[in-house]
């Protein structure tokens, strides 16, 4: 019998059709979170006391200042950078991969109306909602500790979201191949680690060789969110590799947007194809 | 109970992974409020049909439609009609029974109050009130198998989709899920049902589609295949060449199975022949049994062991 309706092969490269349900996903993830908030706080908001006060207070006291500022206030926005990776790149690698492979709750909720592009979409929100949520927290800690010299600090909140949205939709690409939950030490230790320290967080990115400034500039998405964080909460943003201040926070925003949308859409289709084949 | 509607319908439909073909080009009718089954050993391709039928997995080739609607198409609508009690558990463990329901419900797009109230409806009628509150991991498999059960129904399906329902049940459950079947039976739920318990396909459906490989084999209501393929009554003794040709020559007719030591004799002719045979010759070990489905599916599909 001939097949009168040939598929294509369900692997093509689409764009995805999102509708409203796309939060539906999202509020399963947030009824969740707000069952178990205690918990989910505690981290968020232990770290950055603990990074003040070993680096700020401990290290920082060998550490007259730099660029002008001390050492505590350097490090205070390259924190809040940290948290809003963190805060999505776990949510969308290790919780997403339980909820996916072990919970198969991606595998219930496509049963019902919702398609898997938009569990995908729900999911990577829910992580750029999560990195808000972490980045407001270390935002307060930076402010009680009076790390805070631009009246600008609260668009961090914002930006967070969507610095987020990058970093879930880029951990949501290494979910879709993760043959098992080991796998996520390969980004967490060749991707976040490095990035942890080399992108202008702990000490300025002009301190390195200029190949390795232009390399974090070209591929680091951390670097660019530190830049951000940095103009919004210190002000002080000093000139990389002849990029006037102004110049870099629109590269860095440029950068994030363009990035985002193509792993957005890379990560939608790289899910769909694991779940459906 | 069946009418001549046709609500789901397969044509040529094939299913490939890589190299695989799980669904083979087959083609199967299905009736408004029938209950049909798919037999089939492990890897016949039962569950890979039955996911194509709520767009979990499209199609490689051919045609399906469900109350009209191509699943190529139109897979909101059809998911909309469609209730799913899957093999496995996947219910989600971050919320208790209740909330199971109700974050179902917001799936679907049904109100809050609304869903509140099909949620209670549901756990009375499954025997879970006393549950409500409990996490699922406090849950047997028995009673987990029974919110499965609600959480397809939540939707009010006109089709319900269930893939191995009663594996792993102790009796006791299976037949509270058998009595549950029977009960959307009568409210013209059309139901399609994958086992691998032949007493259950027997008792709950309509029809029975026996696959294999991939394909449909053979078909017809339970009644039907077990005339058609293995008639009547069946003479179970121990294998024995010295009583071979006395009852090749009593029944010869009938077709032998001989399977490792026991014998395995299958007779279309009405009740009481083989006890009048053994009247003559008296025998030790042996049975008398009415021909049943299992005796269907292992001559259609043969005894070897399968791979998943």
Same mark, same amino acid.
């Given at each position: 019998?001939?097949?009168?309706?040939?598929?294509?092969?369900?692997?093509?490269?689409?764009?995805?059709?999102?509708?409203?349900?796309?939060?539906?996903?999202?509020?399963?993830?947030?009824?969740v979170?707000?069952?178990?908030?205690?918990?989910?706080?505690?981290?968020?908001?232990? /770290?950055?006391?603990?990074?003040?006060?070993?680096?700020?207070?401990?290290?920082?006291?060998?550490?007259?200042?730099?660029?002008?500022?001390?050492?505590?206030?350097?490090?205070?926005?390259?924190?809040?950078?940290?948290?809003?990776?963190?805060?999505?790149?776990?949510?969308?690698?290790?919780?997403?991969?339980?909820?996916?492979?072990?919970?198969?709750?991606?595998?219930?909720?496509?049963?019902?109306?919702?398609?898997?592009? /938009?569990?995908?979409?729900? /999911?990577?929100?829910?992580?750029?909602?999560?990195?808000?949520?972490?980045?407001?927290?270390?935002?307060?800690?930076?402010a009680?500790?009076?790390?805070?010299?631009?009246?600008?600090?609260?668009?961090?909140?914002?930006?967070?979201?969507?610095?987020?949205?990058?970093?879930?939709?880029?951990?949501?690409?290494?979910?879709?191949?993760?043959?098992?939950?080991?796998?996520?030490?390969?980004?967490?230790?060749?991707?976040?680690?490095?990035?942890?320290?080399?992108?202008?967080?702990?000490?300025?990115?002009?301190?390195?060789?200029?190949?390795?400034?232009?390399?974090?500039?070209?591929?680091?998405?951390?670097t660019?969110?530190?830049?951000?964080?940095?103009?919004?909460?210190?002000?002080?943003?000093?000139?990389?590799l002849?990029?006037?201040?102004?110049?870099?926070?629109?590269?860095?925003?440029?950068?994030?947007?363009?990035?985002?949308?193509?792993?957005?859409?890379?990560?939608?289709?790289?899910?769909?194809?694991?779940?459906?084949? | 109970?069946?009418?001549?509607?046709?609500?789901?319908?397969?044509?040529?439909?094939?299913?490939?992974?890589?190299?695989?073909?799980?669904?083979?080009?087959?083609?199967?009718?299905?009736?408004?409020?029938?209950?049909?089954?798919?037999?089939?050993?492990?890897?016949?391709?039962?569950?890979?049909?039955?996911?194509?039928?709520?767009?979990?997995?499209?199609?490689?080739?051919?045609?399906?439609?469900?109350?009209?609607?191509?699943?190529?198409?139109?897979?909101?609508?059809?998911?909309?009609?469609?209730?799913?009690?899957?093999?496995?558990?996947?219910?989600?463990?971050?919320?208790?029974?209740?909330?199971?329901?109700?974050?179902?419900?917001?799936?679907?797009?049904?109100?809050?109050?609304?869903?509140?109230?099909r949620?209670?409806?549901?756990?009375?009628?499954?025997?879970?009130?006393?549950?409500?509150?409990?996490?699922?991991?406090?849950?047997?498999?028995?009673?987990?198998?029974?919110?499965?059960?609600?959480?397809?129904?939540?939707?009010?399906?006109?089709?319900?989709?269930?893939?191995?329902?009663?594996?792993?049940?102790?009796?006791?459950?299976?037949?509270?899920?058998?009595?549950?079947?029977?009960?959307?039976?009568?409210?013209?739920v059309?139901?399609?049902l994958?086992?691998?318990?032949?007493?259950?396909?027997?008792?709950?459906?309509?029809?029975?589609?026996?696959?294999?490989k991939?394909?449909?084999?053979?078909?017809?209501?339970?009644?039907?295949?077990?005339?058609?393929?293995?008639?009547?009554?069946?003479?179970?003794?121990?294998?024995d060449?010295?009583?071979?040709?006395?009852?090749?020559?009593?029944?010869?007719?009938?077709?032998?199975?001989?399977?490792?030591?026991?014998?395995?004799?299958?007779?279309?002719?009405?009740?009481?022949?083989?006890?009048?045979?053994?009247?003559?010759?008296?025998?030790?070990?042996?049975?008398?049994?009415?021909?049943?489905?299992?005796d269907?599916?292992?001559?259609?599909?043969?005894?070897?062991?399968r791979?998943?």
């Amino acid at each position: 019998m001939t097949s009168p309706n040939l598929r294509k092969s369900p692997a093509r490269f689409t764009i995805p059709k999102l509708t409203y349900r796309v939060w539906m996903v999202w509020h399963r993830n947030f009824d969740v979170f707000t069952k178990t908030i205690a918990v989910n706080f505690l981290p968020s908001l232990l /770290e950055p006391i603990l990074y003040l006060l070993a680096f700020g207070f401990g290290l920082g006291g060998f550490i007259p200042s730099i660029r002008g500022q001390s050492y505590i206030s350097f490090i205070a926005p390259a924190l809040v950078a940290i948290s809003v990776m963190n805060g999505s790149f776990f949510e969308c690698t290790f919780a997403s991969f339980v909820r996916m492979y072990f919970q198969k709750t991606f595998d219930a909720i496509v049963a019902t109306p919702v398609s898997v592009e /938009e569990v995908v979409a729900g /999911e990577i929100l829910w992580g750029a909602t999560r990195a808000t949520i972490n980045t407001t927290i270390v935002l307060a800690v930076v402010a009680a500790f009076g790390l805070i010299s631009s009246p600008l600090f609260l668009l961090v909140i914002p930006f967070a979201f969507f610095g987020g949205l990058m970093f879930a939709s880029m951990a949501m690409c290494f979910t879709s191949v993760a043959p098992n939950i080991d796998f996520f030490n390969f980004p967490s230790f060749l991707f976040l680690t490095p990035m942890f320290f080399l992108c202008g967080t702990f000490f300025p990115l002009t301190s390195l060789p200029v190949a390795a400034q232009g390399t974090a500039l070209t591929i680091l998405p951390l670097t660019h969110v530190v830049n951000i964080t940095r103009g919004l909460i210190s002000g002080k943003l000093e000139p990389i590799l002849g990029l006037s201040p102004a110049t870099l926070i629109l590269v860095s925003l440029t950068w994030i947007i363009a990035v985002t949308i193509f792993f957005f859409i890379l990560s939608i289709n790289l899910m769909k194809k694991r779940l459906t084949s | 109970m069946t009418s001549q509607e046709v609500l789901i319908e397969a044509q040529g439909l094939t299913k490939k992974f890589d190299d695989f073909i799980a669904v083979d080009h087959i083609d199967f009718k299905v009736y408004k409020g029938e209950c049909v089954g798919f037999l089939g050993p492990n890897g016949a391709g039962k569950t890979t049909t039955v996911r194509m039928m709520y767009c979990f997995l499209p199609p490689t080739s051919g045609e399906l439609k469900l109350a009209g609607l191509s699943v190529n198409k139109n897979c909101r609508e059809i998911k909309n009609l469609v209730g799913v009690a899957p093999q496995e558990d996947n219910l989600d463990p971050d919320f208790t029974v209740i909330k199971n329901l109700i974050v179902y419900c917001r799936y679907f797009g049904i109100p809050k109050d609304e869903a509140l109230k099909r949620a209670n409806e549901q756990l009375k009628f499954f025997q879970l009130e006393e549950k409500r509150d409990v996490s699922i991991a406090a849950l047997s498999g028995g009673l987990k198998r029974r919110l499965i059960f609600a959480r397809a129904l939540i939707n009010q399906p006109q089709i319900l989709l269930l893939d191995e329902p009663t594996t792993g049940l102790d009796p006791q459950a299976r037949h509270l899920a058998w009595d549950e079947v029977r009960n959307l039976k009568k409210k013209q739920v059309t139901i399609i049902l994958t086992t691998h318990y032949m007493d259950e396909a027997a008792v709950l459906c309509d029809r029975i589609l026996i696959v294999d490989k991939g394909k449909i084999i053979e078909e017809g209501s339970p009644a039907e295949l077990v005339k058609k393929h293995v008639g009547e009554e069946v003479l179970e003794v121990y294998y024995d060449e010295k009583v071979l040709p006395s009852l090749k020559e009593a029944f010869s007719d009938a077709h032998f199975e001989h399977l490792g030591d026991r014998l395995q004799i299958f007779t279309d002719k009405p009740h009481g022949v083989f006890e009048g045979y053994l009247k003559e010759h008296p025998m030790q070990n042996v049975t008398i049994r009415t021909a049943n489905l299992e005796d269907v599916f292992l001559k259609l599909t043969g005894r070897g062991l399968r791979e998943e």
